[in-house]
């Protein structure tokens, strides 16, 4: 019987090569994503906490 696993070029982690890719890499790209949203957001609160300021000042 054959190893049915591929090796991923990125981390080297060994997946079933069933899986579209490597679901460590995957992992990791959603949580980027998550933490671009995060800041993202939080340079709109700073923004528009400035802006609050600058109008009741």
């Known amino acids: 019987m054959t190893d049915q696993t591929v090796r991923c070029d990125r981390c080297a982690n060994r997946y079933p090569a069933t899986e579209e890719g490597c679901p460590r890499c995957r992992s990791i790209r959603r949580t980027n994503a998550v933490i ?4 993202v957001m939080l340079v709109i609160l700073a923004l ?3 802006v609050g300021t600058l109008v009741l000042a």
Do not use: D, S, T
């Open 36 to 39: 671009v949203a995060l800041l």
């Open 48 to 50: 528009v906490g400035w």
